[in-house]
């Protein structure tokens, strides 16, 4: 069992509200608690200095302990009179809190830094960092990876969490600003991993990052989607030149169907989930899975593996999950089978969706092709239009054909899909998918931007780390030995 340093961070405000959501405590670890915060607390301004907007409220470990009872060591700080600027004030945070967990010479595997302040969404997959057998040196997971782009005119991450191994977090204690520094924490921390020479890694999964504020404290329950709406009204007080709307979250249904195969591996890269969007995930599958042999058949190539819905839901957060028993016959009656599963799970739910997403469960998504989803989602989708991999054009033989990796579309178009036939020849769905498609006078959109198809095939398991890079090549190799007579460079 790995053993955890969780280092939190910063003001206390409403810890008391986000502590809740922290449900990487569940996981089997062995998890030690610092907390290091200012013996006083208040709602702030949004003002450099973040002067009192509010009441100011004293803390104390009796309050501590109700809401962190086995908490392992922690420091209540005055807080600098003339106050001093809230970055300088979240550097000394940190260093203290790791400056605990120093000295209690216990030498833990992984180690958390984290705001007092995050609401932690069910998307976000700290189970894939916190149980890895190892964590790298010089590498820190958190929600973003290192940029250099506005706003900050410099190297920036974002500050809400961070994991790396003991080594590496240990370095935050060198955390150092110039004392006009003003530019925010995210800055802070992109100069600091620049010249530490550290890796910015996204954590995997799909999540919003919410802060909790004073405005949540009069919820009669604590939901994700009650924080997510107190979140921005909070923020739209604070920044009414850029106010967002309230009442109209965009509801997106994915649905992942087919062959298990890979999954585990190409979900690390569905990072398509913009801010602002409320998400459900569906899968059906079969029970077993394997890596098939390219011989019209499909036969196994591989050791048959047992899927079964716990097993996914340790990958990934989901709405709703069935398997079943792989039925006979061609490949493609078999794919509509688990498409029409998948859609008829969506509607049981009785949610009405605005987008809705069919995707393979083993479709790499490449960055590019992440933001054009995001450009798709900007606007409502017409009825009878679908984005996809591929415009509507005419096989070898003159027929309809489109690429079925990925479709997108609203509700509506989705449920046509139900009409699919049940009895198909044994050729491919990108046939099937063209005669659909021009029988119902559906319109064909590419999905936005420039960007390469890469499929994770049996051989990208030996890969040290899953790239998109490596996962492109592999995805090639895998082509070219089962169509050797189309090689591609």
Known sequence: ?????????????????????????????????????????Y????????????????????????????IKDYKLSTEPVPRINTIHKFEYHIKTGLQLMIDSNI????????????????????????????????????????????????????????????????????????????????????D???????????????????????????????????????????????HPENAVELNSVKKV?????????????????????????????YMSTWNTTYEELYDGEWTPATDIEEVTTERIRKIIGLKDCKTF???SGPTLNRFVFLIKAGINMMIDSGIDYEYVII??????????MISGITEIFKEPIP????????????????????????????????????????????YGMESLLGSFYTTNKIEVRLIPNEWEIAIVRSNCKDLPEFTEEAIRKKSIEWYHLKHPESIIL
């Open 383 to 426: 009825n009878n239009v679908s984005y996809g991999t591929g415009l509507l054009m005419n096989d070898v033989n003159n027929l309809p054909w489109a690429m079925d990796c990925i479709w997108i579309a609203n509700q509506l178009t989705i449920e046509k899909f139900l009409e699919f036939p049940d009895n198909n020849p044994n």
């Open 1 to 41: 069992m790995k053993k955890v340093a969780v280092v939190i961070c910063g003001q206390y405000r409403e810890f008391d509200i986000a502590f809740r959501s922290w449900k990487f405590l569940n996981l089997p670890l062995d998890v030690d608690i610092y907390l290091s915060t200012w013996d006083t607390s």
């Open 43 to 70: 709602e702030e301004l949004y003002d450099t200095f973040n002067t009192p907007a509010g009441p100011i409220e004293t803390i104390t470990i009796d309050r501590i302990l109700k809401t962190v009872p086995n």
């Open 325 to 327: 028993t792989e039925i």
């Open 253 to 281: 249904a994915v649905l992942i169907c087919g062959q298990y195969r890979e999954f585990e591996t190409a979900v690390k890269s569905w990072k398509f989930m913009p801010p602002g969007m409320e998400y459900d995930m």
């Open 192 to 238: 600091f991993y620049v010249a530490e020479n550290l890796r910015a890694v996204p954590i995997p999964g799909m999540y919003e990052l919410l802060g909790v504020r004073s405005n949540s404290r009069d919820l009669p329950r604590f939901t994700e989607a009650a924080i997510r709406k107190k979140t921005k009204e909070w923020w739209n007080l604070k």
């Open 107 to 190: 030498e833990y595997d992984y180690v958390m830094i984290i705001r007092t302040d995050m609401w932690l969404t069910n998307g976000i997959r700290f189970d894939q960092i916190l149980l890895a057998d190892f964590l790298p040196d010089d590498v820190v997971y958190g929600p973003s990876e290192l940029n250099f782009n506005e706003p900050f005119y410099g190297p920036w991450v974002i500050d809400c969490f961070l994991i790396g191994n003991y080594k590496t977090m240990k370095k935050f204690t060198k955390l150092s600003l110039r004392p006009d520094d003003d530019f925010g924490s995210e800055r802070m921390f992109g």
């Open 359 to 368: 995707i393979r469960p083993d479709l790499w998504v490449v960055d590019s």
